[in-house]
């Protein structure tokens, strides 16, 4: 076979024509017919008088032990829920109001303002509404009115649903370059959330239970992540079994740093921190969805906050089953609540930041949901006092003077 002979391009790769060995950077011979090879080998490095500078930097670098620090920045964008980088979700079944937390939550950020009892780290906030229609303005209105935020704060809300599957066509970095536009001020911690309201919407013909695609939407999400140094919060529904978490395929899950779970239950909404990398997980805090109006015959709901972030293991897991007079106190209660709970001033026998109704407006919508088949007087206290007991016994209540609470 006859010889190769290098090409004459020196910054290509070229045949060494004495061996046949692949080479990088091959000199053209010289007169006396002898071939001189750039230094690639530790061997020539210096012979050639190559600077070291001159020299391409690895691709993965090597970091030794002595050098390995701890990031100095603050780890968590809200102390002990969310984590400052990386990937989060939010999920949980329809009508949970995890879209409402989302709207809470990326405001409070914005605001700078305590989050159930946590520090916030401020940061600009880009909410994407790509399930939520029209319908997202008025909740972000609501929610900035009802928070008593000035309109400076750096919230943005795009209600475009931009690809991010694995489908064409691919919007990325359109979405990147979008959010860059916007040039949010550096002196209000720049881009540091991006929420993503939901994660279906944004993710149009992938199939979520196929890892090979849904990989699509969490390399995406990582890209844009790093792109800003930010945390994307995913906005995601739970799986047909809630207890088996998220829905679709588990790469979700094993890529996630922070998940919160959100549930509701008897009218109380309720997220549970399952998961927190490097943090504390199995912690959680509950909260109300009160209606406020906004003009013109429209109203929204907005999160009222129902306690402090607290250990899930500080609360009961499971409600003891109820029948008869006490169920539908139970319901009369909670019912009382959603329409005309306050809360009392500080009081140290009352929860913070708990709403309460009294006892004569609890009994009295105890008697509009028929707690006694008598229209008697006595008849209808002695049902409502048994209802009230049973409860009690239960540990589902709490009682100070005429004021009562959901526990």
Known sequence: MARREPPAEPDRIKIDPHTGETRMDYDPPKENGQAKFKANGADNAKSNGEDKADRKKPRFELIP?????????????????LPRLGLACIYGPPGCGKSFLAIYMGLSIAAKRLFFGCETKQCGVVYIAAEAGTGIKKRIA?????????????????????????????????????????NIPKEQGGVGVIIIDTVARVTPGTDENKASEFGAFINNADSIGRHFRALVVGVHHSGKDESRGMRGSNVFNGATDCEWAVRKQDGMH?????????????????????????????????????SDVAPTS??????????????????????????????????????????????????????????SMSDLPRALNLAFQRAVEKLRDNNMIGIWNDRVWVV
């Open 142 to 182: 609501a929610a900035r009115d009802y928070l008593n935020i000035t309109d400076d704060v750096p919230f943005y809300l795009i209600t475009g649903a931009p690809n991010l599957g694995f489908r064409g066509p691919k919007d990325c970095k359109a979405l990147v370059d979008s959010i860059t536009a916007a």
């Open 314 to 371: 500080q609360k009961k897991s499971k409600r003891p089953p109820l029948k008869g007079a006490a169920l539908t106190a139970w319901h009369a209660l909670n019912e009382a609540l959603d329409e005309l709970g306050e809360v009392p001033p500080e009081l140290n026998h009352v929860p913070s930041n708990t709403r309460t109704v009294s006892i004569d407006q609890w009994r009295d919508y105890a008697k509009r949901r028929g707690i």
């Open 65 to 81: 032990l002595s050098e390995i620090k701890p990031d100095e920045a603050a780890e968590f964008r809200i102390d002990r829920l």
């Open 270 to 306: 309720s997220a549970t921190v399952g998961k927190m990398r490097d943090g504390e997980d199995g912690i959680e805090f509950s909260f109300r969805l009160e209606v406020r109006d906004v003009g013109n015959g429209r109203t929204t709901c907005i999160v009222s906050e129902q």
